[in-house]
């Protein structure tokens, strides 16, 4: 760059000021980036040797695997599993594992032992979530995902009954009928073509959204397409922020221009509900149970009490905690039935014996074995792999005494695919599920073992409607179609906030052709 300083125009000034902007910003940035990593080692040193008893970890950053999935080169977070092993008994976990420094310093310890996990989730006073979750702060403010303490614990009693049964049967249109809609988009596509169509994961995440937003806003005034399209221009970035915040909290104020976008973004989609509040409030329709199109905006103004924003915070966090985690469900369900034909069928002919139409509510418990076949694709497979808790009190698994101040990441995975617990885990098995039926029952060694939604006072509040919409969703593809992996299979875990299949690509054919 040229420094040297010439006046004679204005524009000559303006040009020298802007390039002096951009070294001494570039400076600002790597002072924060030295001053954050001196911080961080010098952490990082001085606890060391509270920590000797653990054993020595392999590679110098294992968990930068698990966020990178490239094919032919690394596993994801299949090879992340891998390297706890426990070298002497390969189908088991090792329970303690050192998994490093984050990037503020602190020791992240892999826990995979049941008893140890159970005692965590039970206790979020003594082992509250860890600071990785404020970084969703910035997206859904403080919702249920995100608060602590007294504010929690107000809003988890008052949302409790938001899932139960009578709201849960006046959603299900809202999953039936996207459901179908997708379902009438493959036929369309299916027959301009003699071999079928194909079906990725942004075809079930698109529709999952859909869904999630129907069901929080459908009775909105502000059109409900802006919203998915301004969601799914958002949804990627609490990685973003999530890699901002590892990097140290001096990084989450750098102004990054795509940042800004979707910060305005979000922003203009807290105005736009806020104005829909006040609206139903103004119409007086803040109690509509029992009205037909009510949805989830309508029963969080039904609570009482519950300041606007708050409200705002609460139907944000729905959409982020209930629409990627539910299409890598369905996503993953569907690449498992490619892989087992025979399962597929199974699915097949439990569908086809509820008369060939869409499944009502109250149908909903005689999918049992596709509710099997979900189980056993979250146990393979759990789509939330591991959370993580910050430990405010010492923690003593199998001897070793974790201080205060670590973080933990209660590994699920680990757990639901340790031979300890699991008769042959790595076989894909959903009749594993189906209790009493002879030769079959493979009742689990330790109650504890099995954790997709996680356990404990915080556990999924959506549990129920995610298993609804994934039964909705299978149902209505599989009753007119048969899908089957679309060439080689390159399917890969790849962590994001979620465990996505990445690579899908399944074919769909119609099941009459
Ligand atoms: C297959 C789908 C789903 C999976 C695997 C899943 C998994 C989980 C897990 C593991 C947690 C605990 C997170 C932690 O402690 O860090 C959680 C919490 C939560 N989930 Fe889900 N979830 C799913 C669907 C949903 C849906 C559909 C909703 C809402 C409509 C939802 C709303 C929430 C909320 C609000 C929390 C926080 C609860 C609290 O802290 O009190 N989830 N989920």
Redesign the pocket.
Known sequence: MDFSLKTDTAGDILWTTAKCAVVIGAGSVSACVVGQCVCSVTRYLMRNREYKDLAPRKGVMPFVRAFAAREGKDKGLDGLLEDWRDPEHPDQFLEVVDVGPDFEGRRVVGVNQPAAIAEVLADPDKYP?SPF?ETLVEMVGH???TSSGAL?QRQ?KL?TPL?HFSTLKAVHKFMTRNADRLVQQLQDKAAKSTDGTTIGKHDISALTLRV?CD?AFARCEFDVDWLVWAWEKVNGYPMFWMGRHLLGHAWMYVPLPSGLGVQILVKRMRRRIINEIARRRAAGSVDVRGEEAKDLLDELLAVGNMPDKQIVDEAL??LV???E??S??VSWTLYFLSKHPDVQGKVQSEIDDLGGRPITFDELPKLEYLRCVLKEV?RVR???PF??RLLKEPLTVNGITLPKGTIVWLN?MAVQNDARYWPAPSVFRPERWMEGTEGTSQPMAHSDAF????AG???????K??MQ??QVIISSLLRSFSVSLDGKDRVMPLLSL?VAPANLALRVTKRDA
């Open positions: 979530k979750y919702g249920l995902v929690w988890r949302l899932f999630m069901a966090t729905f905690a209930g629409h985690t539910t890598n469900l979250m759990p789509i939330v959370v993580d699920f954790l997709p939604f996680s006072p915080r556990n999924c509040i959506g549990q409607f995610a919409e994934a979620t």
